[in-house]
């Protein structure tokens, strides 16, 4: 890992500054639903917030990316408008999807956001197949999956790796191995000690980093975005992560062993990052809390405006099913 | 003056896809054994697609359906069009989750900002003891995913202009293609045929035989024999399933007062149980006797060749039942 690339500053204070936005967003999420003025499935991405941080400053706005139901931070690191997110939440008319999907299909094809699945391992086929439309436009850009380690164990992986190596596609396979999937732990779901292991049985480069580690992240998608673009094929990494959280919010947890999940909290990634920008003389402590400061008034406005905004009109259900209205 | 070929569905169903990937270069073909390396299709319905439009564009794939529709879905929300091949319509249920939670959904859920438009061809149908896993008609299970448009043609003319439609709808198109009624010609008046759009194969005035597949061929040479006996069947090829032309059929039944819906798959809950239940909820008070469905018996394909007969509703059980209706 030492011939990785590694994040200027400028690019390290990107990276944070996507972190804590999703970081301090999911916080305002959580705290909505606490106080009965958001009522809706949601898997908090907190713990996990590095990963899309660390790979989106390397994709353009054209670049595909499909992800799962826990997947808000991919989305708003990669660009996914705020306002559009918070109304989509509240399943208001103003959302990305009109109300009609809710948290777990957001979609925004205007920053390459084409598919947010419900379904444990459902992006990776379909990022494939967005490789496919990228190789045949052959203009450079890549696909990249996003899922988690229980979906590294449904057979969808098996196909689609495959044929993605096959068909030598511009794909990112990024396996968010946040240790649980839904309730059962790693250890209980193979008996592999790293995922990235899998990928030599398709023909293609596999790796396993530190997801939490700005440096290994952005070191690793790098590479495996550079080569997706020259033509290279595809690249699965495993990015290693926590979930602070549970399965959704509501779930206390209980099968996560408390001294795991303590040492893994004090390890967050956000706070760690945060001294080192000021350590290295990147940024300020001021400098920080203003960013952190507008970021909350950022939030501040898109829940307000979702909380004013009207819901859908009931002949909605008649619209989208096909691209002709329904009689 | 357009020449009118004579050409089997698999013949039709080639030149339709010749036609299509000429006309739009967006148009791709995927799936097990489409390529010419791998003899264009385990029927030839692909075969010379690979070699004029090349391997970039018809690709044959591993033994990966939940791949094959995942590529497709991804291929089309990047602005293709492709043509996936699922050999048989039982393999149907291996990538039922692409299908059904993706393809038929992913418009509604993204409030319209992406859509699939891809064209699922897949083959089935009794009559060569292929049993269980081989013959099913499943095309239920697809009329009742709202987002997803089912067609199933009978005529060589009809598979080439649905084809074509197909792969111009902007939604996800399940293609269904008759196994036994492949090599039967018929003229091709290279027409687009719209989806949801019914056709009378047959007018008359007694009894009208809804359908679609190769029940369309059942149903015709029932009438064939109950002409003789007096009694007019008006056979109406559904040609699409879903969206089902309910004004077109609705017609035939204020017309004659009396209907009979058949289909391959399995009586229960099938396609017919809901074109009976509309046609009673419409025409009551003007129909002559009760809507009678037909349909295989409720057990898997069987394999041997007494029972797979046994099983599949054919023409003398169409005829039986009309003389059954003219007679309540």
């Not at chain 2, 030149?15 to 030839?44: F, I, Q, R, S, W």
């Not at chain 2, 095309?139 to 009978?154: N, Y």
Request: hydrophobic share 45%.
């Amino acid at each position: 890992m030492s011939n990785y690339p590694r994040p200027d500053a400028a690019t390290l204070l990107e990276i944070y500054k996507k972190a804590t936005f999703i970081k301090q967003n999911d916080e305002r999420v959580i705290k909505q639903m606490m106080a009965g003025k958001l009522v809706t499935p949601y898997y908090s991405p907190r713990g996990q917030e590095i990963i899309p941080s660390a790979l989106s400053v390397s994709l353009d706005d054209d670049d595909y990316v499909c992800t799962i139901y826990r997947g808000v931070h991919d989305m708003l690191a990669k660009g996914f408008p705020l306002g559009e997110f918070w109304a989509e939440l509240a399943g208001k008319a103003t959302g990305s999807c009109k109300g009609k999907g809710g948290p777990m299909h957001l979609t925004h094809p205007a920053k390459g956001m084409m598919v947010t699945t419900g379904i444990v391992g459902s992006s990776m086929p379909i990022a494939t197949g967005l490789g496919w439309a990228a190789k045949l436009d052959g203009k450079g850009r890549v696909s990249v999956a996003n899922f988690g380690d229980g979906a590294a164990n449904i057979g969808a992986f098996h196909e689609a790796l495959n044929l993605a190596a096959l068909w030598k596609l511009p794909v990112i396979f990024i396996c968010q191995n946040n240790r649980y999937a839904e309730h059962t732990s790693f250890a209980d779901s193979t008996l592999l000690t790293h995922l990235s292991a899998r990928a030599a049985a398709y023909g293609m480069p596999g790796v396993t980093v530190d997801g939490n580690d700005p440096d290994a992240m952005y070191g690793a998608a790098k590479l495996a975005i550079e080569r997706a673009r020259a033509g290279e094929g595809p690249t699965l990494i495993e990015a290693l992560t926590f979930r602070f959280n549970g399965h959704l919010i509501g779930d206390a947890a209980p099968y996560i062993p408390k001294a795991e999940l303590e040492a893994a909290k004090a390890l967050d990634p956000l706070p760690i990052l945060r001294a080192r920008l000021i350590a290295e003389g990147i940024s300020t402590e001021a400098a920080l809390a203003a960013i952190e400061a507008a970021i909350e008034a950022e939030i501040d406005a898109a829940v307000a405006a979702s909380l004013a905004a009207p819901f859908p009109d009931v002949t909605e259900l008649k619209r989208d099913v096909f691209a002709e209205e329904i009689a | 003056m357009t020449e009118i070929k004579q050409l089997n569905l698999i013949q039709a169903i080639n030149l339709a896809l010749n036609d299509a990937m000429a006309a739009d270069p967006k148009v791709l073909v995927l799936g097990e054994e489409v390529g010419d390396k791998e003899e264009g299709g385990v029927m030839g319905v692909t075969k010379g697609l690979s070699t004029r439009f090349g391997t970039d564009r018809v690709r044959s794939t591993p033994i990966s359906e939940q791949a094959i529709i995942g590529a497709a879905i991804g291929a089309s929300i990047g602005g293709y069009r492709p043509v996936a091949e699922i050999m048989l319509m039982n393999f149907m249920a291996v990538p039922m989750d692409m299908i059904v939670n993706h393809a038929a959904k992913l418009r509604f859920m993204s409030g319209g900002q992406t859509n699939v438009p891809i064209v699922i061809r897949t083959m089935t149908g009794t009559g060569f003891s292929t049993g269980g896993q081989h013959s099913d008609y499943t095309e239920a299970w697809f009329a009742h995913t709202a987002g997803l448009k089912v067609v199933a043609p009978s005529t060589p003319d009809d598979a080439y202009g649905l084809m074509r439609s197909a792969i111009e709808d902007n939604d996800p198109v399940i293609f269904i293609e008759n196994l036994p009624i492949y090599w039967t010609p018929g003229p091709v008046t290279c027409q687009h045929v719209p989806i949801g759009k019914a056709k009378v194969a047959l007018e008359g005035a007694d009894v009208t035989i809804v359908a679609h597949s190769r029940m369309v061929v059942e149903a015709l040479a029932a009438a064939k024999t109950l002409a003789k006996e007096g009694i007019a069947l008006e056979v109406v090829d559904l040609r699409t399933i879903s969206p089902w032309d309910r004004a077109g059929v609705l017609a035939s039944v204020a017309k004659t007062g009396r209907a009979i819906v058949v289909h391959e798959a399995v009586k229960q809950f099938g396609i017919g149980a809901e074109i009976a239940s509309v046609l009673s909820e419409e025409l009551w008070g003007q129909l002559k006797a009760p809507v009678r469905r037909l349909g295989a018996a409720f057990s898997p394909v069987p394999f041997s060749k007494p029972l797979e007969t046994a099983y599949t509703p054919a023409a003398a059980e169409i005829a039986a039942t009309a003389r059954a209706l003219m007679s309540a």
